[in-house]
């Protein structure tokens, strides 16, 4: 079968560590292909800024430094981008929906930003616009949760969604090193890149969870909506507080969708050592999904890393092929019909975890207490241990309170000569 | 929109805990279907047995007891099956499809054993067939691994896939109840069944492993093929040994894809408490995949229930109207295409755990040493602890060894007088 198959096009754009991956696996899948879809993807082209670098894997001939090669070649009928970046990557999406051809995206950066304009696009040609890689890896998230999941409402999206800033906490907690050293052993390996920041920051996190809450709740949510707090300001003191109270400390990405509007926000949180979440180590990633019907779902596998991102973008490229078979590309579109309005950090609920430095003196964890007091803000618990001179260290856990509120007695607290300084606000879990 | 949206017409066969879901479901989502699928599908018939049970919820003019009335009105577009139990669903499905009728099932018997049939009478047709709902409830797995994970060789699927047997176990291992008072629970609060023979004896696990397999392997794997051993003869001692050494034990559903064949079992086994199936509790399902290139996966999430597994029903409704829509009927249809042998239990490999009263006198256990020797089963470990009257308790784990030679050693321990009884068998995890 497999000879007489015949074969569809597909382009590829970038041949970096998630190019090389797909290119490898459509060489190892193409006897089952024929059988699968009933028709034979092969790339035909592969796009790369530099052809005179050296390419492992592929046929020399198949590469080429023009776009155009690619755009006006009438047999390519599949782009797959995995470039990222918003430019050039955007514009070449736009124009290969435009001239027909389905598209296969692993660009998180693009539909975090951009995804309005090239579902329309995408819905204008009649063609597809895939991007199950563009969040957590090789982790089936998207095609679950807008497909199988769509007889919920899904209220909550709650997620490990960045490996380097995991691989970074589990170290940390689990052999005591502090932030730099272990962002150090992550780049040694590959885990982060030379220049971490929207890693560590918590951007790349925040860009995948804009797309996760756009179609868990029917309403586009990107980027600039997203709360996004790093984990670069963690010490290793947090982590053992956060221990002792029977917690960790991981970046959290966190969607919901409440009658008031849909909150959304990446920061670092306490999590209770029993939830799904907290079993999540190293570069590992996971989503944890709530919907009316289905109940408490979690997803987890690997987040990164070639082969996993390629196994995404493969899924992708099977459905474009059944759908380009059967003449329904397109078949499944943008699915945000709803506008509900993205809530202000400040307007949502929260615990704390606070920690900072106050003159040991008699009377100041009354003033703390009272400051707090004052703003509504009602403490659940109170570490006071660590003493060095005339220096104590205080850790208040708060119940849930209004997020204004909270800030209100940071700023009582800056104010506060007795006050020394406020080493940690990290948020802590709550149901 | 809603208002101007043309209906499309399902009918849903059965009206108990899934069939009276599925129908909430569709009021729910009622005013959001039209948005998401540019059609709103909707119950017009609703097929039960006796007409004259009264029924909660839908209007009493949907019920019918012909399954006339809905196999021969042709605006019935969809049938939904919920009865369960291979007839009269199979004839009916086979008569839908004939009909030009998609199908969406929950019907894991049906698609264990004759899983081939219907996907031929499918195809035959163009419509579609799709069962999400009968594996794991709630928990997306037959579009992930059938589409998601189309550019990758499954090598293994290892679950929990009988909420019941998991939430005996988890009461067996968590209050030390015994089986019987466990099982007697879990029918107080409804998991169990008033026969609870397929759940306890792993045949629902083994139906529903039946269906991964062929789905993960693409190459089909019925009932028949699953060895099948349940948790009726656990006791809560082997639960207690298990914990003594750092393990729990999982009515565990496991399908491997080997050079030499499929292996395709249901038993219990000693799972170590670090594996991620380990913290799998109460009545939750979860599969854990591995795949060449997405490595290892986990879905986990709610296996039964009424609205669980109405949401994975209502998921594939979706599916159908948008294939309806696009006339794409029948688009993903079977992926069984290759002839992969299934091995016998005996000709696998595993490690044993293997509990024996034996008469308390000195060279018992060099005894119970040199017949494992003899038969090539090496020893791991050995636990000889507890001591009543002449009897001693020894607990012995393997090695990894093929299972015949381990039977082989059993069948010689059945004619040892200083073997008194054999207490227990069960597997252990090897990775």
């Known amino acids: ?16 560590t998630v190019g090389s991956g797909v290119y490898q696996l459509f060489q190892r899948q193409k006897h089952e292909f024929p059988h699968k879809l009933g028709l034979c993807p092969v790339i035909s082209r592969i796009l790369v800024r530099d052809l005179s670098r050296p390419r492992r894997g592929a046929d020399p001939a198949l590469f080429t430094d023009r776009w155009e090669d690619i755009l006006h070649d009438g047999d390519i009928r599949i782009v797959i981008e995995v470039t990222g970046g918003i430019e050039p990557a955007r514009t070449r999406i736009l124009e290969a929906l435009r001239a027909g051809k389905s598209v296969v995206t692993a660009n998180k950066d693009l539909m975090a930003e951009h995804g309005a304009e090239l579902f329309a696009a995408a819905e204008e040609a009649g063609c597809d616009l895939l991007f199950e890689a563009a969040v957590a890896g090789g982790i089936p998230i998207i095609r679950p949760l807008k497909q199988c999941l769509a007889g919920n409402y899904i209220t909550e999206i709650m997620g490990i969604l960045n490996g380097t ?71 290793a003191k947090d982590i053992a507080y956060a221990e002792e109270m029977g917690c960790c400390i991981k970046l959290v990405a966190l969607a919901r969708c409440t009658p008031s509007g849909i909150e959304a926000r990446v920061h670092p949180m306490l999590l209770p050592l029993g939830h799904p979440l907290a079993t999540v ?69 929260n615990r704390f975890f606070l920690r900072m430095q106050v003159e040991d003196r008699p009377g100041v964890l009354a003033n703390v207490a009272s400051v707090l007091g004052n703003n509504g803000v009602s403490i659940a618990q109170v570490i006071q241990k660590a003493r060095t001179a005339d220096t104590a260290e205080i850790v208040v856990i708060t119940d849930r309170v209004q997020e204004r509120n909270f800030s209100d007695s940071l700023a009582v607290f800056s104010g506060m000569s007795v006050i020394r300084k406020i080493s940690a606000v990290i948020r802590v879990y709550d149901e």
Do not use: W
Not at 1 to 14: K, S, V
Not at 213 to 219: K, L
């Open 165 to 235: 800033t995991n691989y970074i906490l589990t170290r940390m907690s689990r052999d005591g090193m502090d932030f730099d050293t272990a962002l150090q052993k992550a780049q040694e390996l590959g885990y982060a890149e030379a220049d971490p920041t929207a890693d560590i920051e918590g951007c790349d996190a925040a860009r995948k969870l804009a797309i996760l809450a756009s179609i868990g709740f029917n309403s586009r949510v990107v980027l600039s909506d997203v709360y996004t707090q790093g984990i670069s300001g963690l010490s």
């Open 1 to 16: 079968m497999t000879e007489h198959c015949p074969e569809i096009q597909a382009a590829l754009l970038g041949y970096g």
């Open 281 to 349: 180590h190293d570069s590992f990633n996971a989503v944890f999904v709530h919907g009316d019907a289905a109940g408490d779902l979690m997803f987890r596998g690997r987040g990164a890393g070639s082969l996993p991102t390629a196994s995404a973008v493969l899924g992708d490229v099977c459905e474009a092929v059944r759908n380009l078979r059967c003449g329904c590309a397109g078949r499944v579109g943008c699915t945000c019909y709803k506008q509900i309005p993205v809530k202000k950090m400040e307007d949502t609920e």
